[in-house]
Nanobody, 119 residues
Framework: QVQLEESGGGLVQAGGSLRLSCAAS????????MGWFRQAPGKERELLAA????????YYADSVKGRFTISRDNAKNTVYLQMNNLKPEDTADYYC????????????WGQGTQVTVSS
């Protein structure tokens, strides 16, 4: 059973930075993709960034490209989302998710961590 636990959310002023962490356990993740999503009130869930666990290949949504960086630490089984130059519109609940490289959709989710960016 895959378990994902996010941490690192909080309140930050516009222009500031936060680093989210996602600790993964329960499997060997070499064949997994890890993703960071967010969902703001009244909006659909949005995939922000993804990374392949073994190769480290990355994907970024246009909305965060150049400001957010996804990375992983294989030894710690942890995926990070470094968020810089945060904007009030980045305010949302942020979720870590995983899927195998053979699956089309993410099927393991963390409980989420809240990020609030004040103007």
């Amino acid at each position: 059973q895959v378990q994902l636990e996010e941490s690192g959310g909080g309140l930050v002023q516009a222009g500031g930075s936060l680093r989210l962490s996602c600790a993964a356990s329960g499997r060997t993740f070499s064949n997994y993709h890890m993703g960071w999503f967010r969902q703001a009130p009244g909006k659909e869930r949005e995939l922000l960034a993804a990374i392949t666990w073994s190769e480290g290949n990355t994907y970024y949504a246009d909305s965060v490209k150049g400001r957010f960086t996804i990375s992983r630490d294989n030894a710690k089984n942890t995926v990070y989302l470094q968020m810089n130059n945060l904007k009030p519109e980045d305010t949302a609940d942020y979720y870590c998710a995983s899927k195998t490289k053979f699956q089309s959709s993410y099927n393991y989710w963390g409980q989420g961590t809240q990020v609030t960016v004040s103007s």
